[in-house]
């Protein structure tokens, strides 16, 4: 059973930043692509950004594109999300998604809810003044 364990969030000024990360306990973390999503209050939850397994191919979403950088790190079964430049608009709970995908998969192609079946419990990102 893959479990999934955000850390680092919490409440930060604009245009700060914060390091999200996204620890896993699945033995073959390599085959895995992590999703990170986020859900705003009265809002769907929308994808933010993907990376692909071993080698990583990345994805951003338009809003955050240039502001955060998604990165792994295959020996430690985590998954980083490094958000700078951070605005209010920002404020969500973010969720971290793993699934197993072929190395030849673009994740960006299944950035969305239904396609991403493991999940972590999500946290809290405030941007605020």
């Known amino acids: 059973q893959v479990r999934l364990v955000e850390s680092g969030g919490g409440l930060v000024q604009p245009g700060g930043s914060l390091r999200l990360s996204c620890s896993a306990s699945i033995s073959t973390f390599d ?8 859900q705003a209050p009265g809002k769907e939850r929308e994808g933010v950004s993907c990376i692909g397994t071993r ?3 990345m994805y951003y979403e338009e809003a955050v594109k240039g502001r955060f950088t998604i990165s792994r790190d295959n020996a430690k079964n985590t998954v980083y999300l490094q958000m700078n430049s951070l605005k209010p608009e920002d404020t969500a709970v973010y969720f971290c998604a793993a699934d197993v995908m072929f190395a030849w998969e673009d994740c960006s192609r299944r950035l969305t809810t239904a396609g991403f079946g493991a ?11």
Do not use: C
Not at 31 to 38: C, H, K, L, Q, T
Not at 119 to 129: I, Y
């Open 119 to 129: 999940w972590g419990q999500g946290l809290q990102v405030t941007v605020s003044s």
């Open 55 to 57: 080698d990583g191919a």
């Open 31 to 38: 085959d895995y692509s992590i999703g990170w999503f986020r």
